[in-house]
């Protein structure tokens, strides 16, 4: 019903930058929120950041994991249902797999879902 697609991982070293992007498609009425979250290896998934819609057509409220605040910037463009994530002063320990989330309400389905995408690996190392 709702496809997550994420893009822009990468190998990156320490101090550098990398974007993240991901497109939502499929029978999609409202997104309510758009996210980030990763997990590095042996530990659970954690919250990056999150922009909800505010019933705007672009920005929204934001939430900052303290780790990532002042370094992280996500923005979105509701109409055309991508989010993004700057990454900046990047640090060994940001290397995880990142995924994509998104609150949708669905056509034709009562309520909200979360969905996820397929994760995309980022890694900092010198």
């Known amino acids: 019903q709702v496809q997550l697609v994420e893009s822009g991982g990468g190998l990156v070293q320490p101090g550098g930058s990398l974007r993240l992007s991901c497109a939502a498609s499929?029978?999609?009425?409202?997104?309510?929120?758009m996210g980030w979250y990763r997990q590095a290896p042996g530990k659970e998934r954690e919250l990056v950041a999150t922009i909800s819609t505010g019933g705007t057509t672009s920005g929204g409220t934001t939430y900052y994991a303290d780790s990532v605040k002042g370094r992280f910037t996500i923005s979105r463009e509701n109409a055309k249902k991508t989010v993004s994530l700057q990454m900046n002063s990047l640090k060994p320990e940001d290397t995880a797999v990142y995924y994509c989330?998104?609150?949708?309400?669905?056509?034709?389905?009562?309520?909200?879902?979360?969905?996820w995408g397929q994760g995309t690996q980022v890694t900092i190392s010198s």
């Open positions: 499929g029978s999609i009425r409202i997104i309510t929120s």
């Open positions: 989330n998104s609150r949708v309400a669905v056509w034709g389905v009562p309520g909200l879902a979360d969905y």
